[in-house]
């Protein structure tokens, strides 16, 4: 088990030296294990050369193996924790980055309360990312904008928020634009792969090619700073009001009907035998969002 493991996440990350890091080993230890491994089995797994690694086409079917007899294993150990009550041990939650700085301390604060035991391990990453690392059975849960096309996973809607408009507080008395205005002005969006440029887009009715005035940013923070410098507007989510609005400055906008909305909730695989357990917590937490400020999401 213990190869299988450090084979996994030699696979998963393509590079001795981060994948060491991720099983808090050596890289020289991680090389030996995998001789070792290549050697139980009298054959090459790992293309050896140069800082990255490739998997020789029986590495790769060995990873597909591999994966999900470590989920599987996973799983044996998740059937035991769910028979206990409340829910204990390592919980492994990822957010996606437009929720996480806003809605993690109630998440932290929320479980803390209801599972003592629990000990929780969050994980910040783009939608994709934490699809595929729930399938790999990397992640427990994930917070999300809903819906996701993958139907093995269940999906607990947690609350819906609108998008606001953010611009220069120079323009604080200005009508508000609509949709058709705002394809005409220099729109700060969040760099590719994230969920929330695709569903700020979808509302101002833009596609592939962009405007040339368009401007990406990494982060709803950058974009904010930006806009608060009279570089361009941006839309953001209502639960990141308070905590991008109070250094910048910026005027908020409620945009003209029909606003733009995403609903926010909890996806986690159906086969998870956690999965009465994970829909008690999103419950919880669906609850403790109902009773933040409105202007907090």
């Known amino acids: 088990m213990r190869h299988l493991r450090y084979f996994e996440a030699l696979?998963?990350?393509g590079h001795f030296g981060r994948a060491a890091k991720a099983c808090a080993i050596s890289q020289p230890a991680l090389s030996l294990q995998m001789k070792e491994l290549e050697d139980l089995l009298g054959a090459p797994l790992i293309e050896r050369g140069g800082r990255q690694i490739r998997l020789t086409s029986l590495g790769e079917a060995f990873a597909l193996r591999a994966r999900a007899i470590l989920r599987g294993v996973d799983e044996l150990g998740d059937l035991a924790r769910a028979s206990f009550s409340p829910l204990t041990g390592l919980l492994r939650v990822g957010v996606i980055p437009t929720v996480a700085p806003y809605m993690l301390p109630l998440v932290l604060r929320t479980l803390a309360t209801h599972f003592p035991g629990l000990d929780l391990r969050p994980r910040e990453a783009v939608t994709q990312k934490l699809t595929d690392d729930l399938?790999?059975?990397?992640?427990?849960?994930a917070i999300v904008a809903l819906p996701v096309p993958e139907r093995s996973f269940f999906e607990q809607p947690l609350f819906t928020e609108e998008f606001v408009l953010v611009r220069p507080l120079r323009d604080a008395d200005r009508p508000v634009p609509t949709a058709e205005s705002l394809r005409r002005m220099r729109l700060l969006l969040l760099e590719e792969g994230h969920c929330?440029?695709?569903q700020a887009l979808a509302f101002c009715n833009m596609s592939a090619p962009l405007p040339r005035d368009i401007v990406e940013g990494s982060a709803l923070s950058t974009l904010v700073q930006m806009v608060g410098a009279g570089i361009g507007v941006t839309l953001i989510p209502q639960m990141a009001i308070p905590v991008e609005t109070r250094s910048a400055q910026v005027a908020i906008a409620r945009l003209p009907h029909p606003r733009p909305a995403r609903t926010i909730g909890m996806i986690w695989r159906r086969t998870n035998p956690l999965s009465d357990q994970l829909a008690h917590v999103?419950?919880?937490?669906?609850?403790?969002?109902?009773r933040r400020p409105e202007d907090a999401g």
């Not at 999103?282 to 109902?290: D, E, R």
């Open 11 to 13: 696979a998963q990350h």
């Open 196 to 198: 929330f440029r695709d």
């Open 282 to 290: 999103a419950g919880l937490l669906q609850s403790a969002n109902a």
């Open 135 to 141: 399938i790999a059975g990397r992640l427990d849960a």
